[in-house]
């Protein structure tokens, strides 16, 4: 009896510090490059925030845009048992100026893909093919050819 309740506890530890150590991973870095290509290409020092916080911040690698307490506006992640990533991206009436990157296809776990109503320009990139998770695409109210 004892032994197996030595055995529950070791177990209860271990599976405790495997989800914090999930839990406080950041996302990938292909997706974090992902969002910082579109910041750039879509003027992101000229987006209209909504808000004090939660502006974007890529000075610091170790900030994580899926964070409680400061979350990144516009971004929300999911986290699974193996990661953390971004599922969505929900940026309607940010002043978005610009094109779409490439590297949008880059979001895996990608479910919804907001960027209506802003001023975004030139094609549809056709790396968003591989976003075969999307269900809620919002390009409308845009230049986008």
């Given amino acids: 009896m004892q032994r197996y309740l030595l055995l529950s506890i070791l177990v209860f530890s271990l599976t405790l510090y495997w989800i914090e150590s999930i839990a406080a991973s950041n996302i990938p870095d292909h997706e974090r490059r992902a969002l910082l290509d579109l910041y750039s290409s879509t003027g992101g ?6 808000g004090e916080s939660g502006h974007w911040n890529f000075s610091d690698s ?5 964070d409680a307490e400061d979350r ?3 971004v929300i992640c999911i986290n699974s048992t193996t990661s953390r990533n971004v599922n969505i991206i929900s940026l309607g009436s940010y002043n978005l100026n610009g094109t779409i990157p490439a590297s949008i296809g880059n ?5 919804v893909l907001g960027l209506e ?8 990139p056709s790396s ?7 269900r809620a695409l919002g390009l409308f109210s845009n230049q986008l050819s």
């Avoid at 020092?45 to 909504?50: A, G, L, R, S, Y």
């Avoid at 979001?107 to 479910?111: D, N, Q």
Wanted: hydrophobic share 45%.
């Fill in 62 to 66: 170790s900030v994580d845009p899926c």
């Fill in 45 to 50: 020092e000229h987006w209209t925030w909504h």
């Fill in 72 to 74: 990144w506006q516009g």
């Fill in 107 to 111: 979001f895996s776990e990608l479910v």
């Fill in 128 to 134: 968003m093919g591989a976003l075969r998770k999307l």
């Fill in 117 to 124: 109503y802003n001023a975004l320009i030139g094609g549809v």
